[in-house]
């Protein structure tokens, strides 16, 4: 099982990635996939990081898990919640379309399970969805007599495929204000049970009541991504934060994550706080490290609105903010 506090367990069909943007910098998938690699019984595993002065990066290589790992969840009967590539991004610019069909098609293949899928590549999950979404069921198959995973071309008619998979929540990741303004519209046009952002790291302020959303007659404008015009418009279904842990990690300012968490409590959309990460807020005269030199993020707090931080680990900093630990998520959707 997981020790991530929003999922019960994780699933890695897909490993390997590349960094993509700032919340990148110290990703903890990095450091693993070079131990993995490094005990040497994960054939899968090669080739996907390489050393560097910073430690283990990835290299950009992806590959497709063994077969017995692919369909691990087809075996699990009981009801579990997976997140979905913690080593790597399913919609990674080197992954085929083929291996993203065969994963949906394990998640259709296993209702009585919620799969979470979280990716930086906002732009390639929406262009696959958008390509062929209507023939989702028809493009992927799996012989389950095997252990092989066969592209059979029509799901087996003993399950009913219903678009977008009910048991499938899509998610993004975005660190900061410019990738909220990048990566959320995507998700809203792509067809989903739920939609989720993971704000972890969170690296600067976030205003997810004004995406841009294009020019007017030279005039920008913007919407809010929270909430639903009539109850039709997509919106974000739920908001993850946390702040980076493990070597290297910035601290979070406190107000961004207050921000974020009033946004939603105003929108009724469900907040969880996943960590402080490696730092805490002291008492001015306990503070090994200082707001705002020189952790500024990409939104550096206003005047007045200075925050001293320590660094205490992960498990002293704790997860409750303002004292509270915030544990909201969607309703579960999985099918009977």
């Given at each position: 099982?997981?020790?991530?506090?929003?999922?019960?367990?994780?699933?890695?069909?897909?490993?390997?990635?590349?960094?993509?943007?700032?919340?990148?910098?110290?990703?903890?998938?990095?450091?693993?996939?070079?131990?993995?690699?490094?005990?040497?019984?994960?054939?899968?595993?090669?080739?996907?990081?390489?050393?560097?002065?910073?430690?283990?990066?990835?290299?950009?290589?992806v590959a497709l898990a063994p077969d017995h790992i692919l369909i691990e969840p087809l075996h699990r009967k009981k009801p579990t919640t997976y997140f979905v590539n913690s080593m790597g991004d399913l919609f990674h610019e080197s992954v085929p379309?083929?291996?993203?069909?065969?994963?949906?098609?394990?998640?259709?293949?296993?209702?009585?399970?919620?799969?979470?899928?979280?990716?930086?590549?906002?732009?390639?999950?929406?262009?696959?969805f958008a390509s062929d979404v209507g023939g989702l069921g028809r493009r992927v198959g799996i012989d389950l007599a095997s252990a092989n995973m066969v592209m059979e071309g029509v799901i087996p008619p003993c399950r009913a495929i219903r678009l977008?998979?009910?048991?499938?929540?899509?998610?993004?990741?975005?660190?900061?204000?410019?990738?909220?303004?990048?990566?959320?519209?995507?998700?809203?046009?792509?067809?989903?049970?739920?939609?989720?952002?993971?704000?972890?790291?969170?690296?600067?302020?976030?205003?997810?009541?004004?995406?841009?959303?294009?020019?007017?007659?030279?005039?920008?404008?913007?919407?809010?991504?929270?909430?639903?015009?009539?109850?039709?418009?997509?919106?974000?279904?739920?908001?993850?934060?946390?702040?980076?842990?493990?070597?290297?990690?910035?601290?979070?300012?406190?107000?961004?994550?207050?921000?974020?968490?009033?946004?939603?409590?105003?929108?009724?959309?469900?907040?969880?706080?996943?960590?402080?990460?490696?730092?805490?807020?002291?008492?001015?005269?306990?503070?090994?490290?200082?707001?705002?030199?020189?952790?500024?993020?990409?939104?550096?707090?206003?005047?007045?609105?200075?925050?001293?931080?320590?660094?205490?680990?992960?498990?002293?900093?704790?997860?409750?903010?303002?004292?509270?630990?915030?544990?909201?998520?969607?309703?579960?959707?999985?099918?009977?």
């Amino acid at each position: 099982m997981s020790k991530i506090e929003w999922t019960e367990a994780t699933w890695n069909p897909i490993v390997g990635c590349s960094i993509v943007s700032p919340g990148c910098t110290h990703c903890y998938a990095m450091r693993m996939a070079a131990r993995i690699e490094a005990m040497g019984n994960t054939a899968h595993y090669d080739g996907t990081t390489q050393s560097s002065k910073a430690g283990a990066v990835w290299t950009g290589k992806v590959a497709l898990a063994p077969d017995h790992i692919l369909i691990e969840p087809l075996h699990r009967k009981k009801p579990t919640t997976y997140f979905v590539n913690s080593m790597g991004d399913l919609f990674h610019e080197s992954v085929p379309d083929e291996w993203v069909d065969r994963i949906f098609a394990i998640m259709a293949l296993a209702p009585q399970h919620t799969f979470q899928v979280l990716t930086k590549r906002s732009a390639r999950m929406r262009a696959y969805f958008a390509s062929d979404v209507g023939g989702l069921g028809r493009r992927v198959g799996i012989d389950l007599a095997s252990a092989n995973m066969v592209m059979e071309g029509v799901i087996p008619p003993c399950r009913a495929i219903r678009l977008p998979l009910p048991n499938v929540w899509l998610g993004i990741s975005a660190e900061d204000q410019r990738r909220a303004d990048e990566r959320v519209p995507d998700l809203l046009a792509t067809p989903a049970a739920v939609r989720f952002v993971s704000a972890e790291p969170l690296l600067g302020g976030i205003d997810f009541t004004s995406i841009p959303d294009g020019v007017v007659d030279g005039i920008p404008i913007a919407f809010n991504a929270l909430s639903s015009v009539y109850d039709v418009a997509p919106h974000i279904d739920w908001i993850i934060v946390g702040g980076e842990s493990g070597p290297g990690a910035r601290p979070t300012h406190p107000d961004w994550a207050r921000s974020i968490r009033d946004q939603c409590a105003a929108a009724d959309v469900p907040f969880f706080f996943k960590q402080w990460g490696e730092f805490r807020i002291v008492p001015a005269k306990d503070g090994s490290e200082t707001w705002p030199a020189p952790w500024f993020g990409s939104t550096p707090p206003r005047s007045g609105d200075l925050a001293r931080m320590t660094r205490v680990g992960k498990k002293r900093a704790g997860r409750l903010l303002d004292g509270i630990e915030h544990n909201a998520m969607p309703k579960m959707m999985v099918a009977a």
